[in-house]
Nanobody
Framework: QVQLTESGGGLVQAGGSLSLSCAAS????????MAWFRQAPGKEREFVAA????????YYADSVKGRFTISKDNAKNTLTLQMNSLTPDDTAVYYC???????????????????WGQGTQVTVSS
């Protein structure tokens, strides 16, 4: 049984930083493509970042490029999202996702991803 559990969300002031973690069980993160998505109130879930199987190739939404970093810790079987220079527009529930065979052309699409966590709330105050 696959389980993805996000943690690390919270309240932070604009300009601050947060680090989100996704603990995985039932999947080996080194063998899966992993991603972060987010969903703000009243909006659709949107792609944030992804890292392909093996961890070599990373992809980011334009809105977070240069501020967020996605990484895998294979020893701990976790996925991390380091978020810097946060703005109120980053306020959302952040979700971890996993897929065994990510296709780059569709990595930003929700249906691409097989497994999802329950999400962690990130709130950025102005």
């Amino acid at each position: 049984q696959v389980q993805l559990t996000e943690s690390g969300g919270g309240l932070v002031q604009a300009g601050g930083s947060l680090s989100l973690s996704c603990a995985a069980s039932g999947v080996t993160v080194s063998r899966y493509s992993m991603a972060w998505f987010r969903q703000a109130p009243g909006k659709e879930r949107e792609f944030v970042a992804a890292v392909k199987q093996g961890g070599g190739q990373r992809y980011y939404a334009d809105s977070v490029k240069g501020r967020f970093t996605i990484s895998k810790d294979n020893a701990k079987n976790t996925l991390t999202l380091q978020m810097n220079s946060l703005t109120p527009d980053d306020t959302a529930v952040y979700y971890c996702a996993a897929d065994g065979s990510m296709i780059v052309s569709t990595l930003s699409l929700v249906y691409q991803w097989d497994y999802w966590g329950q999400g962690t709330q990130v709130t950025v105050s102005s």
